[in-house]
């Protein structure tokens, strides 16, 4: 451990994937965190810690999903995050999907709610995030160092609960 | 006060029939009910389309008890407040969401102190008959599991 605290951006929208990433906090110590969400209501929750909006959007509505992209790819750019970190949705699948650009390592957690099989952002953001986890057993493999960084696998690490 | 809620997504008409059918026998009015945009009559009780984090948090607070349909996110906040919830899993073959995983998150959540799921909504009115009497949790941990903290940290950490 080096030079400057990481930056990590740790992003999902609000509801159940805000209330399952604030449950990592705790592994954010030592960290320089912004947090990032669809409700502008959490910035207090957070302080003093960063705060950063983004849209909601889902992908039945072509232009707000427009502006949300562009909101986050802003925020990624400006950021220049060293890690990013989501639970979800489409947010914090675009945050990763940009963080690729700017050289981020990206992690994906997907939902507690999904026992059956991955999400879909879940599912897609697995084919280049750098780190995919789920929160079922029998969803995952163990994670091992060195197998990791290892994008299109799904791991296992245990759940926020 | 009892504070209903369907969360941020979709309205849940079955679960809140049951409820306002329920407080309208008993002369309760001691409800909000966030309904994400349920078109019939509430019976001139307190409600909102949807909340913002600030009010949403305050009425979970609040609450004496808490009714729920099965998600993530506000079944882990009732844990975490100790308030004693009761929930209603939605079902996608009633068009109530997109599958059925929310019957995976009430398995994995039925047993826990202070968790009460309704698998048929017929049991409803008996249980919001006792929930005066219902226990919250104790509380849980504020954070996840340590395992899955170290993995998100040695992930952080293997920076070039």
Known sequence: MSRTRPRVLAISSRGGHWTQLRRLRKAFEGCDVTWASTDVGLAKEVAPERFAFVPDASRWDRAKLAWTILRVLWLVIRLRPDAIVSTGAAPGYFALRFGKLVGARTLWLDSLANAGELSLSGRKASKFADLTLTQWAHLGKPVERELALRPGTIFFSGSVL | ?160
């Not at chain 2, 017929?122 to 993995?151: H, V, W």
Request: contains cysteine; hydrophobic residues 45%; aromatic residues 8%.
């Open chain 2, 1 to 160: 006060m009892i504070f209903v809620t369907v969360g941020t997504q979709l309205p849940f008409p079955r679960m809140i029939e049951a409820v306002v059918a329920w407080a309208k026998q008993h002369g309760r009015t001691d409800l909000f009910i966030q309904h994400a945009g349920y078109a019939a009559s509430l019976e001139g009780l307190p409600n909102s389309e949807f909340l913002d984090a600030a009010t949403s948090a305050r009425l979970m607070n609040e609450a004496d008890i808490v009714v729920a349909h099965a998600g993530t996110g506000t079944i882990l906040a009732c844990l975490q407040n100790g308030t004693p919830c009761i929930i209603v899993p939605r079902k996608a073959s009633l068009g109530e969401h997109r599958n059925d995983h929310q019957f995976a998150t009430a398995r994995r959540f039925e047993g826990r102190k202070g968790v009460f799921v309704v698998w048929d909504i017929a049991d409803l009115p008996g249980i919001l008959d006792r929930a005066d009497a219902l226990d919250g949790s104790d509380g849980i941990n504020p954070f996840a599991e340590e395992r899955l903290l170290q993995a998100i940290r040695d992930f952080i950490d293997e920076r070039d």
